[in-house]
């Protein structure tokens, strides 16, 4: 005899096999002793994973571009419906138009157009990637590999030793989150410090007098242990008054 039963993601866990459905909490017909099944082809968006990376490392400094990698493993012989990847960037993260990019894999399709339909909403940081859906006839689980930049910008927000964390869900057709994934990544700063000597180039050894010419030598130190590099600096003196500057010597860096 047949009877209807009710399939959620508890029983799928379990081990109950769906081998179709839009929706894991639909009613699906099954004879007793078979598989759960019903007439529109799809597995629940749950069934793929997703991991988060960076690709050139884990400590950065302002100005620097951090390049994300999201891999989106597909099961083989799987169909998924309605699938949106929402990345939330961390503070004062900036993403960098045009770098989206979304290599084809063999024998997995999709149905949207996730490059040319992203989107980024400045305001909450949020880029989203829709795929509608996907189907994996390749004989394996397969990953979509999606890869991006950002800039860590010059704000109070991003200060030396913080950590800013990256998350991405997945999401199916009810908009529910059915996977998430994260990475963490360190800003560190220069830590920069100035030192003043001062040479009597006239008379050297002996006070200053009228006429003298005297040099002045600034040294600037990038006490940083973690190779971040100061950008844009810029060093101001205020000469004293009865001083008349004469010229520029050489910048020489160890």
Do not use: C
Request: glycine content about 8%.
């Amino acid at each position: 005899d047949d009877y209807d039963v009710n399939v959620d993601d508890t029983d799928l866990a379990a081990g109950l096999t769906q081998t179709v459905g839009t929706d894991p909490t639909e009613d699906i017909t099954v004879t007793a002793g078979g598989t759960a099944t019903d007439n529109n082809g799809y597995f629940p968006a749950s069934a793929l994973d997703m991991v988060k990376t960076t690709t050139n490392g884990t400590v950065f400094t302002i100005g620097n571009t951090v390049n994300y990698r999201v891999a989106v493993e597909i099961p083989d012989a799987v169909t998924i419906n309605s699938v949106t990847i929402v990345d939330t960037l961390p503070d004062e993260f900036v993403y960098a138009n045009g770098t989206l990019a979304i290599p084809t894999v063999t024998d997995v399709e999709w149905d949207g157009t996730p490059v040319t339909s992203a989107s980024y909403v400045t305001g909450t940081r949020v880029l989203t990637i829709p795929f509608g859906e996907i189907k994996n006839t390749s004989g394996a689980d397969a990953d979509i590999v999606i890869t991006y930049s950002v800039t860590v910008a010059n704000s109070s927000s991003n200060d030396f030793g913080q950590t800013k964390t990256n998350a991405v869900v997945a999401t199916g057709n009810s908009g529910d989150i059915v996977k998430n994934a994260s990475v963490d990544v360190t800003v560190v700063e220069p830590q920069l410090s100035v030192a003043k000597s001062l040479t009597n180039v006239t008379n050297a050894g002996v006070l200053p007098d009228a006429g003298d010419t005297l040099r002045y030598t600034v040294a600037i130190t990038n006490g940083s242990t973690d190779a971040s590099i100061a950008y844009d600096v810029k060093i101001t003196d205020v000469l004293p008054v009865g001083l008349q500057y004469s010229a520029m010597h050489t910048a020489t860096s160890d």
